[in-house]
T-cell receptor, first 112, second 117 residues
Framework: LAKTTQPISMDSYEGQEVNITCSHN???????ITWYQQFPSQGPRFIIQ???TKVTNEVASLFIPADRKSSTLSLPRVSLSDTAVYYC?????????????FGTGTRLTIIP | EAGVTQFPSHSVIEKGQTVTLRCDPI?????LYWYRRVMGKEIKFLLH????????ESGMPNNRFLAERTGGTYSTLKVQPAELEDSGVYFC???????????????FGQGTRLTVV
């Protein structure tokens, strides 16, 4: 599976837009890019998924350049409740190898 | 709709004892995963069930760990005998299709915090 690299931590003020970039240089043609969010004492929660270009939902946007070697999760106008660890995952569906692989994640702290 | 539920939420046992963790996936989800995070480390995959069959158990650390999913519904993860290094948070997740698939969301439980003393 493609290995991902993210910043270990980020701080941001309330109301700002936050962009978290993930590198996945070895991404394969069939790999999707998925982001999960984890609050303290909870399990990870799906945020968004994409393959290429831009994806937007009610929570976030995901930007993927043409070479797909990186992706950027964008959180608009963050609030204190967005303080969490954000994981970038890359994986494909191969029979017998269908597991999500978590990296270190990015610990995002929102400052009042 | 009920989410993924795990029991117990916390467990403190002595080294050498046995502990059984339980996971109730979302109804209808064929895929069930177990993960673990030990202190200061990343969330690590343990194994993957499709219905009652073990699809991938490459992450199981050793033969002290036994996972079952009889009938393809709930799953149990038994640790016997428990060692100090087994301490951590054990997460269960379920999904309709494979968790890495397109447009497939894996739903995680809140985890079981296991402490071996």
């Amino acid at each position: 599976l493609a290995k991902t690299t993210q910043p270990i931590s980020m701080d941001s003020y309330e109301g700002q837009e936050v962009n978290i970039t993930c590198s996945h240089n070895n991404i394969a043609t069939n790999d999707y890019i998925t982001w999960y969010q984890q609050f303290p004492s909870q399990g990870p929660r799906f945020i968004i998924q994409g393959y290429k270009t831009k994806v937007t939902n009610e929570v976030a946007s995901l930007f993927i350049p043409a070479d797909r070697k990186s992706s950027t999760l964008s959180l608009p106008r963050v609030s204190l409740s967005d303080t969490a660890v954000y994981y970038c995952l890359v994986g494909e569906t191969n029979f017998g190898n269908e597991k999500l692989t978590f990296g270190t994640g990015t610990r995002l702290t929102i400052i009042p | 709709e009920a989410g993924v539920t795990q029991f117990p939420s916390h467990s403190v046992i002595e080294k050498g004892q046995t502990v059984t963790l339980r996971c109730d996936p979302i109804s209808g989800h064929d895929n069930l995963y177990w993960y673990r995070r030990v202190m200061g480390k990343e969330i690590k995959f343990l194994l993957h069930f499709v219905k009652e069959s073990k699809q991938d158990e490459s992450g199981m650390p050793n033969n002290r760990f036994l996972a079952e999913r009889t009938g393809g519904t709930y799953s149990t993860l038994k640790v016997q005998p428990a060692e100090l290094e087994d301490s951590g948070v054990y997460f269960c997740a379920s999904s309709q299709g494979p968790a890495t698939g397109w447009n497939t969301e894996a739903f995680f439980g809140q985890g079981t915090r296991l402490t071996v003393v």
